[in-house]
């Protein structure tokens, strides 16, 4: 019985406990359905800190729970920093969009127009493996390339001694197993090829670029690569899923398959940008993206994911790290939006529930 007690006791103290570290008002019944989701998550100690952003009928909507480290007492905010990992490709793919609109490259162009004469393009069947099927990762490249970790100094920080060295050194050596645009296979060293190759046909780099043609123009200033000295001093700690601290990942020239941080305050400026239809370079560009690449397994834009649900039409994409899971998705029709930002890398499923109760 006192066991029971001290259990109950216990189970009582982190209810109060987490009740207190939220700036959730609990007035609608669109707050009480995101403190349902998000409780649940913590419940399942899938969370430490995390945030919510909502856009519906052109308002805003931020939810504030948890810690940005474990124990501080701190909420995060809509200018926490986060590791938004894979939402990174669908920037990759806005730059690819970019370019072809500009008529600097084909979706179809084979990917040995772009690389170092040295490097071969790889053909499997006649068959290049181009621009767009790197985008759509219907390439064929693995998910991981097989010498990432050949020298690697930190098997936690895993893509920090990829160089374009390396990278290119893999595509050189890549044998085709099927034909170009057969099957969805994710891969993380395409999307990574795609944005040093983007970057390479605007002789310049990847975090330069990023900055040059999506972040400047939407006045991101908090979305980038490599963190200024005010976005470390705000960078959220990251967790493993089994809540213990890890650091960053950081990125060299495949900072297009998953290296850009961010904050609420910047990601949902980008989902608004992802719901606009005006007639700008950007948003041209971004609407390009949302169109349907390749039909199989998935269904895929640039960079981002397709789904039809009940009807309506989303693009959503999910980010993950070793310390740091997000989510972006996309309602066009009905002009919702959400994004989650947490700081353990477990995916906690609230952003995709969440989309689908909106």
């Excluded at 920090?160 to 099957?183: C, H, I, T, W």
């Excluded at 959220?236 to 060299?252: M, N, V």
Aim: charged residues 20%; glycine residues 10%.
């Amino acid at each position: 019985m006192k066991k029971m007690l001290l259990t109950g006791f216990a189970s009582l103290y982190t209810i109060l406990s987490f009740a207190q570290a939220t700036d959730n008002p609990l007035r609608t019944p669109r707050d009480m359905m995101v403190d349902s989701l998000v409780r649940s998550s913590f419940a399942m100690d899938q969370c430490v800190g995390l945030v919510v952003g909502i856009i519906r009928n052109g308002n805003i909507s931020i939810y504030n729970y948890g810690e940005t480290v474990r124990g501080n007492g701190k909420l995060p905010d809509e200018n926490t920093v986060f590791e938004i990992g894979s939402i990174s490709k669908t920037f990759t793919g806005t730059l690819l969009a970019l370019q072809v609109n500009r008529g600097k490259v084909k979706l179809d162009d084979p990917i040995g127009k772009f690389l170092p004469d040295s490097v071969p393009t790889p053909v499997f069947d006649g068959t290049p493996v181009t621009m767009v099927s790197l985008s759509n990762h219907s390439s064929g490249f693995p998910r991981l390339a097989p010498n990432m970790f050949q020298g690697a100094l930190d098997m936690k920080n895993p893509y920090a001694q990829y160089s374009n060295e390396k990278l290119f050194r893999f595509v050189k050596n890549f044998k085709p197993q099927r034909r170009v645009g057969d099957k969805y296979e994710y891969s993380n060293v395409a999307a990574g090829l795609l944005g040093a190759l983007l970057a390479r046909n605007a002789n310049t780099n990847y975090a330069t670029l990023l900055e040059r043609e999506i972040t400047l123009p939407l006045q991101m200033k908090d979305t980038k690569i490599k963190l200024t000295e005010s976005m470390q001093s705000r960078f959220a700690q990251g967790y493993t899923k089994e809540l213990d601290p890890q650091g960053p990942w950081d990125f060299q020239e495949i900072a297009g398959a998953g290296g850009i941080r961010s904050t609420m305050h910047d990601m949902l400026i980008y989902a608004r940008a992802n719901m606009s239809k005006q007639p700008t370079t950007l948003e041209k560009a971004i609407a390009l993206t949302h169109i349907q690449t390749f039909s199989g397994e998935s269904s895929v834009g640039l960079g981002w994911h397709l789904a039809n649900r009940d009807g309506r039409h989303w693009v959503v994409h999910n980010g993950q790290t070793g310390g740091y899971h997000s989510f972006i998705g996309v309602d066009e029709e009905t002009g919702v939006a959400v994004v989650v930002l947490s700081n353990v890398s477990e995916d906690n499923r609230v952003g995709a529930r969440l989309l689908g109760r909106m």
